[in-house]
């Protein structure tokens, strides 16, 4: 049975990096895009990042250019439009594939896991949101409608963050 420590992906300035760096934090995996109408939903992360990074939490982002070609920029074009527009501070890393053929490991991973609220299955559209726990393992899934502030998202997060 795989964790998230398992993986390893681009990060948005071309290098690998294993996932095992979040080793004994909270993480949310979200796939992001510029040009959607869920984008706002950057400033709602980088509020819960900002709330949240020094008790054990990370956000990593994961730009996705399969919904309706709402991420077609490059990885510098996606990271300027980030910190530009929403100071984006948490990881992001380079565009991938969340769902199909070319589907990145950590997506298969992630889309094969039972969890709720939203449960397993391909990815429905930008911002899906996976809240991992501290042991690597995933403890919910959250629809990309779903605010990263909601009660739903914080409610999960605190009760990860207090999980020893």
């Given at each position: 049975?795989?964790?998230?420590?398992?993986?390893?992906?681009?990060?948005?300035?071309?290098?690998?990096?294993?996932?095992?760096?979040?080793?004994?934090?909270?993480?949310?995996?979200?796939?992001?895009?510029?040009?959607?109408?869920?984008?706002?939903?950057?400033d709602g992360l980088q509020r819960l990042y900002t709330q949240y990074r020094d008790h054990?939490?990370?956000?990593?982002?994961?730009?996705?250019?399969?919904?309706?070609?709402?991420?077609?920029?490059?990885?510098?074009?996606?990271?300027?439009?980030?910190?530009?527009?929403?100071?984006?501070?948490?990881?992001?890393?380079?565009?991938?594939?969340?769902?199909?053929?070319?589907?990145?490991?950590?997506?298969?991973?992630?889309?094969?896991?039972?969890?709720?609220?939203?449960?397993?299955?391909?990815?429905?559209?930008?911002?899906?949101?996976?809240?991992?726990?501290?042991?690597?393992?995933?403890?919910?899934?959250?629809?990309?409608?779903?605010?990263?502030?909601?009660?739903?998202?914080?409610?999960?997060?605190?009760?990860?963050?207090?999980?020893?």
């Amino acid at each position: 049975m795989s964790i998230l420590w398992d993986f390893s992906a681009r990060n948005i300035e071309g290098n690998e990096r294993k996932l095992s760096d979040f080793k004994d934090q909270v993480c949310l995996i979200v796939n992001v895009a510029s040009e959607c109408g869920l984008t706002p939903q950057y400033d709602g992360l980088q509020r819960l990042y900002t709330q949240y990074r020094d008790h054990g939490f990370e956000i990593l982002g994961f730009p996705c250019n399969q919904f309706g070609g709402q991420e077609p920029g490059s990885e510098e074009q996606i990271q300027t439009f980030c910190r530009t527009n929403y100071d984006v501070e948490f990881s992001m890393f380079s565009k991938i594939e969340v769902n199909g053929d070319a589907r990145h490991p950590l997506y298969d991973w992630l889309c094969g896991e039972a969890s709720g609220p939203d449960g397993a299955g391909d990815i429905a559209w930008n911002f899906a949101k996976f809240l991992i726990g501290k042991d690597g393992r995933l403890v919910s899934r959250f629809a990309p409608a779903v605010e990263p502030c909601s009660k739903d998202i914080t409610s999960a997060m605190d009760g990860a963050l207090t999980k020893s």
